[in-house]
């Protein structure tokens, strides 16, 4: 640093060296506050809540428990001065056993029941049935491991010595011990339970079990293979779609060679379109790449046409060329960057565009599950004149903020991407976010903290065709174990030509569960 004596004497010198200096300072300031923000969403993200819509659910909740617990003290009171302490207490017991929930009618019930002595304890006659008390608890009993054993019996003619016997079954893996519905646990547990093999062994062992966890790797490799036509038959079925939601997310791959891991990616298409009124199926489609260059969504999405729902990622831009695909914007990315800046350094406009976007969820939230038509009228009678007034406040505001600053660069990224942002209120079939794929991402989030890393490039693409089948489950709330153990065991009997008959929502009412029928006694 210059001391005094290396300062000229010219008055205009020293000034142009002042305002030199001010500016270093200030592009320093602005320099400094980049990089708290940055290590202060690192650090929210690492040790933080990762979803401020969970603080606000925690709040809803802890002042609705508030007012009951309010609302319980008053009328407790209002009970004892009544009706005395002996009827506030009955009251009380009468709350509680209204407020249990109701167990599930179609799980099977198991009786012990408790017998008294035939005859009276005090003169010995013999007891008559008066009733009975029935009280019910929810158990569960563990997995269990069990032998399954096809037994094909032979008959033969005594005239003339024919022999028949039934074919043996198709299996999914020829000349395996695994029967369909191990398979389709270990599936299940690895991708929707995310417990790796090694888990998996562990818990078998203490059932006595060994699992060897290469070949139950082989075996997770070879159902991969038995589902490809209906893994390809599920793309086709997204593709189809006029509306479709799409993100990505970073997956490690171990390297070859040198234990080191690199990033691979995959990508997530959702078709579903419930909460505009369809009765079409939902479905999500995942696809494995081992880098994210935009070739990799172009190719997914070459036989798509309609409008792509998704961030502002500049790959899919070489899509939005010829007008074949539209794109729509996401307006929670765009609120995260002012909660981002808002949560560091509070400020009045940060707040004022939380509360713009809060205003346009809100008319949202009224119209969840109407038909495509009555939203987009709603959503021009409302949102369309909310965004105008939105707009011209970005822009104006913008006017007033050095181009260098956070809050402006959150400004730019809502104002780049204005036409898509606002696509939603000219097609009821389109959403105000892209949280529905981000939804169906949440799987290889918690995937990807206990497996740590696919151990390959094929073992991405195993994880995207079982996340494809499980995910698609979950849209269609099927159960997903039931469902593999159904396509595992006909799978390798069935028509190739005739694969579509076995997607989820297919063979949903072949799934389900009699229920239980009454019992005599109750």
């Not at 017998?115 to 269990?144: F, I, K, N, Y």
């Not at 003619?157 to 198709?170: D, K, L, R």
């Not at 998704?310 to 695909?325: C, K």
């Not at 794109?327 to 995260?336: D, G, L, S, T």
Request: charged content about 25%; aromatic content about 6%; hydrophobic content about 35%.
């Amino acid at each position: 640093m210059s001391n005094g004596a290396d300062l000229p004497d010219d008055v205009e010198l020293l000034k142009a060296l002042l305002v030199e200096a001010r500016s270093m300072l200030a592009e320093r300031d602005v320099e400094i506050e980049q990089l708290k923000a940055q290590i202060d969403k690192l650090r929210r993200m690492q040790f933080g809540r990762k979803s401020e819509q969970l603080q606000r659910q925690i709040e809803t909740l802890e002042t609705q428990l508030e007012d009951l617990a309010a609302g319980r003290g008053v009328a407790d009171v209002q009970r004892a001065q009544a009706h005395g302490a002996n009827a506030s207490a009955s009251s009380a017991a009468t709350s509680i056993a209204a407020s249990r929930q109701a167990l599930p009618a179609h799980l099977p019930r198991e009786d012990h029941v408790l017998e008294c002595e035939s005859s009276c304890p005090d003169c010995g006659q013999p007891m008559q049935t008066l009733g009975e008390d029935v009280s019910e608890q929810l158990g569960r009993v563990a997995a269990a491991f069990r032998i399954i054993r096809t037994i094909r019996r032979k008959l033969v003619c005594p005239c003339c010595s024919t022999i028949t016997q039934p074919p043996m079954p198709g299996l999914p893996i020829e000349r395996s011990i695994a029967h369909p519905s191990l398979l389709a646990d270990i599936l299940v547990s690895k991708y929707a339970d995310h417990q790796p093999l090694y888990r998996q062994s562990a818990i078998a062992a203490r059932d006595g079990v060994t699992l060897d966890r290469a070949s139950t790797g082989r075996w997770v490799g070879q159902c991969e293979a038995l589902f490809e036509p209906l893994i390809e038959a599920l793309c086709r079925y997204t593709m189809a779609a006029t509306k479709l939601h799409a993100d990505d997310t970073p997956i490690p791959v171990l390297a070859p060679g040198n234990r080191k891991t690199r990033t691979g990616r995959l990508w997530v298409y959702v078709r579903d379109d419930h909460r505009s009124g369809s009765t079409q199926p939902a479905s999500v489609w995942f696809a494995y790449s081992p880098n994210r260059q935009g070739i990799h969504p172009q190719t997914h999405l070459a036989s798509f046409k309609g409008i792509l729902q998704a961030d502002a990622y500049a790959g899919f831009d070489e899509l939005f060329r010829d007008s074949s695909i539209r794109e729509a914007a996401c307006h929670a990315h765009a609120r995260r960057k002012f909660y981002d800046i808002h949560v560091r350094t509070p400020s009045d406009t940060t707040q004022k565009a939380l509360n713009y976007i809060g205003e346009l969820y809100s008319i949202e939230a009224t119209i969840r599950g109407k038909p495509a038509a009555e939203r987009r009228r709603i959503r021009q009678e409302k949102a369309r004149p909310l965004l105008q007034t939105y707009e011209a406040w970005l822009r104006a505001k913008l006017d007033t903020l050095s181009s260098k600053s956070d809050t402006a660069k959150a400004i730019n990224y809502s104002l780049n991407q204005w036409a898509a942002l606002t696509l939603y209120c000219e097609d009821g079939t389109l959403e105000i976010d892209n949280n529905i794929a981000e939804n169906a991402l949440r799987c290889v989030s918690l995937g990807r903290k206990n497996f740590l890393f696919a151990g390959s490039d094929s073992g991405g693409e195993r994880a995207a065709a079982m996340y494809s089948l499980i995910g698609t489950c979950t849209l269609n709330d099927i159960d997903p174990r039931a469902y593999l153990d159904y396509v595992l065991t006909h799978i390798a009997d069935h028509k190739i030509n005739r694969i579509d008959e076995l997607l989820p929502w297919r063979v949903a009412d072949k799934l389900r569960k009699p229920a239980s029928p009454p019992d005599p006694a109750t």
